[in-house]
């Protein structure tokens, strides 16, 4: 230890300079390192969800839950199994033995998944699988009110998330309280009588025609080309002029025989803020990135975007994770500094200014070391 310390003693440039670049390291460390409030969890369970409109508890618990078990069952290293059916489709939850490799897990979960596809019901909605992470849930809610149309608040609301969803740092912004849009038919039944038409064949010629039809492919000098014949439905206008039938020289259209009208699906949910109808953004970060720089992010894209929204529509933020870590920050960084003048005032007072001096240097030092040990590491301050 003494040949240390003179080793130490006899290159005291080389020891202050280094202790100056591990301040320096230390300090842009402790700037840039990601902050979190909680560190990143693997929590050992997955979970399925398949939705199925109008199906009943006992049906759901039948037609969806037992051809999922079947497969899902024979994955290696769950620990327990629990599903649930109830009106409009079942999920299954796995839980895994503790140390389990997710992305290996997630691969066989989904393998399982398309085996049970087939046993389905054809009408049930695509089975999805889904991963519990901590760092998932949202960092920040954006609300959007105000006194204006349901469709300009939804107008700005996807404007808004694609331009956050544009940020390197944000996985995902979801709307919630927003509802699907949809063409509602209202068929004249005197006119279909008129015309010699039922409400079934009409439906059926809508449904064939709103589709994509692959006509072949064309080899010529230059290469094989895919032809197919565009027939998905654009507007509305495309509906209204669809023809249903030819009646000796006319054409009865669409129009000819119902309205249409735009307007939404009946809503599962919805988000209110001071009772007023509101949209709200849920943004949710990558994992690894700095929670106070990507919410600062985002705010900047809001206000910029804000420039062109009415004046009537109000922006709220709400769950600000960053407003919490600050504060912890703020507390850790009161914390050191009251640990090095209390410790200072000790050592003035038994051993002098000088030795004071030196300790006041080693407990900051020591602090930005570990920070600049965990940033090369790729871990996060919590």
Request: proline letters at 4%; aromatic letters at 4%; hydrophobic letters at 45%.
């Amino acid at each position: 230890m003494k040949a240390v310390i003179d080793a130490a003693i006899s290159r005291s440039r080389t020891v202050i300079s280094t202790l100056i670049l591990i301040l320096v390291a230390g300090s842009v460390a402790y700037v840039s390192i990601p902050k979190e409030d909680s560190p990143d969890i693997n929590i050992p369970t997955l979970y399925v969800v398949v939705t199925h409109e109008g199906i009943s508890p006992e049906d759901s618990e039948r037609l969806l839950i037992k051809p999922l078990e079947k497969e899902l069952r024979a994955i290696e290293g769950v620990k327990e199994m629990i599903s649930t059916a109830y009106l409009g489709g079942a999920n299954v939850v796995m839980e895994f033995d503790a140390g389990f490799d997710a992305d290996q897990a997630l691969i066989d979960v989904r393998e399982k998944v398309d085996l049970a596809k087939p046993e389905l019901p054809d009408d049930a909605d695509e089975p999805t699988v889904h991963e519990v992470n901590l760092s998932l849930f949202p960092v920040l809610t954006v609300s959007l009110s105000g006194n204006a149309p349901e469709r300009t608040l939804l107008r700005i609301a996807r404007d808004l998330q694609d331009r956050i969803e544009g940020l390197s740092s944000v996985l995902e912004a979801e709307i919630a309280g927003d509802r699907d849009e949809l063409v509602e038919v209202v068929i004249d039944p005197l006119a279909l009588e008129s015309y010699n038409l039922n409400a079934s064949d009409i439906l059926e010629m809508v449904s064939k025609s709103n589709r994509v039809v692959a006509a072949g492919s064309l080899d010529t000098g230059q290469g094989r080309f895919a032809v197919k014949v565009p027939g998905l439905f654009e507007t509305v206008e495309d509906i209204i002029n669809l023809p249903v039938k030819v009646n000796d020289d006319a054409v009865v259209r669409f129009r000819d025989i119902a309205s249409l009208r735009r307007t939404f699906k009946d809503s599962d949910g919805f988000a209110r803020l001071n009772g007023e109808p509101a949209l709200a953004l849920e943004v949710s970060k990558r994992t690894g990135e700095n929670i106070i720089e990507t919410i600062e992010r985002v705010r900047a894209v809001v206000e910029e975007a804000r420039q062109t929204w009415p004046e009537t529509v109000t922006v709220t933020y709400s769950q600000d994770k960053s407003t919490d870590i600050r504060n912890n920050l703020l507390d850790l960084q009161n914390n050191v500094l009251s640990a090095v003048l209390l410790v200072m005032v000790v050592v003035v007072a038994a051993l002098g200014l000088r030795s004071a001096l030196l300790v006041g240097i080693a407990i900051p030092g020591s602090f930005l070391t570990g920070i600049l040990v965990l940033a090369i590491g790729g871990l996060t301050v919590n």
